[in-house]
């Protein structure tokens, strides 16, 4: 299932980043045409080869200049596209943080889980974890 495979990467992600870890938001999508989403970097590249988990440990820690945005993933969650600025239009009726709270990262990630072609979205700080969201919604834990 997606979202269990989404939870996963990321809880590694956070884990593998270390004491640098400065926090992660990805974007899984189906179609990137409909995305609206602008690069924050101009020397990203258009595909990006090589371990999702290694390269968004990688580009998450505080010292990458990639560190910032929201990074796209294929439906089988390899990196289409890194430091994306994600424009998502606020839901109205979101519930932002629950009990643990969440900043701007959290919001976008949940705004944007309801935009069409986005599978789904999460997000990973060294504060509340990791919050996987779908359809405009945070997705509970496997339990």
């Known amino acids: 299932m997606l979202i269990t495979r989404l939870r996963s990467l990321l809880a590694s992600v956070r884990e593998l980043g270390g004491a640098d870890f400065a926090g992660v938001g990805v974007i899984v999508a189906s179609d990137l045409g409909v995305l609206p989403i602008a690069s924050l970097r101009t020397d990203c590249a258009r595909s990006v080869d090589g371990s999702a988990l290694e390269m968004l440990a990688a580009v998450s820690r505080a010292g990458s200049r ?12 390899h990196i289409v596209l890194l430091s994306q ?4 239009p606020i839901l109205q009726d979101a519930v932002l943080g629950g009990s643990r709270g969440g ?13 069409p072609g986005v599978l789904a979205t999460g997000v990973a700080t060294s504060t509340y974890g990791v919050a ?10 496997d339990l």
């Open 85 to 88: 600025y994600l424009a998502a």
């Open 132 to 141: 996987v969201f779908q359809s405009g919604a945070e997705m509970e834990p």
């Open 103 to 115: 900043g701007a990262r959290y919001a976008a990630a949940l705004f944007g889980s309801a935009v």
């Open 66 to 77: 990639y560190h910032d945005g929201f990074h796209v993933l294929s439906p089988d969650l």
